[in-house]
């Protein structure tokens, strides 16, 4: 079911609280965990899920992230079709999260963190977001691809402001479109 509240000032203290898990089994690896999607950006409606990406140095840093997380229970799922964000199961007995790694510099954290920024800067942006998200909420209750895919062209809008490639946005929109 798909399911967008109001922003929850809580979800903020939920992601220190996962990355304080984390942190401790990648800091040699692992350049920062930052708190990325919508509950990132105060007062976006949003799934009441944390998004969070463990960035890593370079690629050849990944394997043995990847090994570090199943430490603590994480199972790697793969990159589910996005080159450069590796994609992991979350706890069920933590707060409901997505957990990705991804090497600095490449899409799958650059797009997440332009988004974020912009989002944050611009709250008109931000507003004209949450009503999309809410209304595509509504049409979608149970289909989550039929609401990603509808947010797709807000997402490309909003990397073409910030300056992201042709090549870059090809990436992006060839996971995000319906095949």
């Known amino acids: 079911t798909v399911v967008v509240v109001d922003y929850d000032e809580e979800w903020p203290r939920r992601f220190e609280k996962l990355r304080a898990r984390i942190w401790p089994v990648v800091p040699d690896v692992a350049i920062r965990i930052e708190h990325v999607g919508s509950t990132a950006v105060p007062g976006l409606a949003a799934k009441p899920i944390i998004d969070m990406t463990v960035v890593v140095g370079g690629r050849s840093d990944v394997p043995l992230t990847i090994k570090r997380l199943a430490t603590l229970g994480y ?4 990159n589910l079709g996005i080159e ?3 994609a992991f199961d979350g706890r069920s007995d933590l707060p409901r999260h997505n957990l990705y790694v991804c090497p600095e510099g490449t899409i799958g954290v650059v797009n997440q963190l332009a988004v974020r920024d912009y989002l944050r800067a611009q709250p008109d942006a931000a507003r004209h977001y949450s009503n999309l998200k809410r209304r595509l909420a509504v049409e979608f209750p149970t ?3 039929s609401y990603v895919f509808g947010k797709t062209d807000f997402i490309l ?3 073409r402001r910030v300056g992201l490639t042709d090549e870059q946005l090809a990436s992006i929109e060839r996971v995000n479109r319906r095949p």
Request: net charge negative; glycine share 8%.
């Open 75 to 78: 199972r790697h799922r793969g």
């Open 84 to 86: 450069d964000r590796e």
């Open 143 to 145: 289909d989550i691809d």
């Open 157 to 159: 809008d909003v990397l």
